[in-house]
């Protein structure tokens, strides 16, 4: 599925198995795993989009992605 790159902004791949997020415009590759930390480093905004996968809802106060639904 598509999610945002959080290295470039732009859209990156997550493999359907939830194993792998994948970036072909700045060669962005790690498992999810280590997306998930990756994300929570550097932006803690970030912390809404895991939401989505693991049904919570912190993080939802974040308001700089409203470009991210669909
Ligand atoms: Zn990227």
């Given at each position: 599925?598509?999610?945002?790159?959080p290295k470039c902004k732009e859209t990156a791949e997550l493999t359907p198995d939830f194993s792998f997020v994948t970036c072909t415009k700045c060669d962005f590759d790690m498992t999810y795993?280590?997306?998930v930390k990756f994300v929570a480093h550097n932006d803690l905004a970030y912390?809404?989009?895991?939401g989505d996968y693991t049904g919570s809802?912190?993080?939802e106060t974040?308001?700089?992605l409203d470009d991210w639904d669909d």
């Amino acid at each position: 599925m598509k999610i945002k790159c959080p290295k470039c902004k732009e859209t990156a791949e997550l493999t359907p198995d939830f194993s792998f997020v994948t970036c072909t415009k700045c060669d962005f590759d790690m498992t999810y795993g280590e997306y998930v930390k990756f994300v929570a480093h550097n932006d803690l905004a970030y912390a809404d989009i895991l939401g989505d996968y693991t049904g919570s809802t912190e993080g939802e106060t974040a308001g700089s992605l409203d470009d991210w639904d669909d």
